[in-house]
């Protein structure tokens, strides 16, 4: 099976490459600014460049994962307008171009599978609007894709809550730490790990009939 993943230098991007490479898939992983070390096929493709994405045609996709993510961590009345631009194009903007040119020429096996790594984010909204825009933007895709390109392709949207070790939750103070756990009913943050895995089994003969989800992945909040 082949696997294609755009953000595989995020840490959900690095995870899921090291999972797939335990499972002996073919990987093809995208990045931006930083080559590392892995046996997947790494191609070097910068989300803000149409002409870069034009050109990115992987062959026979199994699984494509979105999972780049901009996050400038700024509300409405801080931001730079470029700022606003960029963390559209990165995390919407890209993807429907990947998307469009994908389908155009014919890198999908017939079926595959398409997941969205979005955010809590996309369904309570943010502090920070603009990647709160972006990423709810994902449910829409998969709504559409789901709706319009089944059977040939499925999409699903997993949004999880704060993700342990993640660079946002490392960023955060203790206190904000424990305050996400606390509002978790839970009581406890989904890992890197556990996120990685999950996305990987959605491909699972069990999920052939998960089509249009949105899987909110954060201990019960909007229970």
Do not use: W
Request: proline share 3%; net charge negative.
């Amino acid at each position: 099976m082949s696997i294609c993943i755009i953000g595989g230098s995020s840490s959900v991007g690095h995870e899921l490459i090291r999972q797939a490479e335990k499972l002996h898939e073919t990987i093809i992983a995208t990045y931006h600014q930083k080559h590392f070390n892995t046996q997947a096929e790494l191609v070097h493709l910068n989300l803000l460049n149409t002409d870069q994405i034009r050109t990115f045609q992987p062959q026979n996709v199994h699984h494509l994962i979105f999972a780049q993510g901009l996050l400038p961590g700024k509300t409405l009345g801080e931001y730079e307008h470029k700022t606003i631009e960029e963390t559209i194009a990165i995390n919407l903007t890209s993807t429907l171009q990947i998307l469009n040119n994908l389908i155009i020429n014919q890198c999908f096996v017939n079926p595959a599978l398409i997941t969205f790594v979005a955010s809590i984010a996309a369904v309570q909204g943010s502090y920070d609007t603009a990647y709160a825009t972006s990423k709810s933007g994902h449910i829409g895709c998969a709504m559409s894709i789901a709706k319009h390109h089944a059977p040939r392709l499925r999409a699903n949207v997993i949004c999880p809550g704060l993700i342990k070790d993640s660079g946002m939750y490392n960023s955060m103070s203790i206190d904000d730490q424990m305050r996400h756990i606390d509002q978790t009913p839970t009581k406890q943050l989904t890992t890197v790990e556990h996120l990685a895995e999950i996305i990987l089994k959605l491909d699972n003969e069990c999920f052939s009939n998960l089509n249009g989800a949105v899987i909110n992945l954060n201990g019960g909040r909007f229970a």
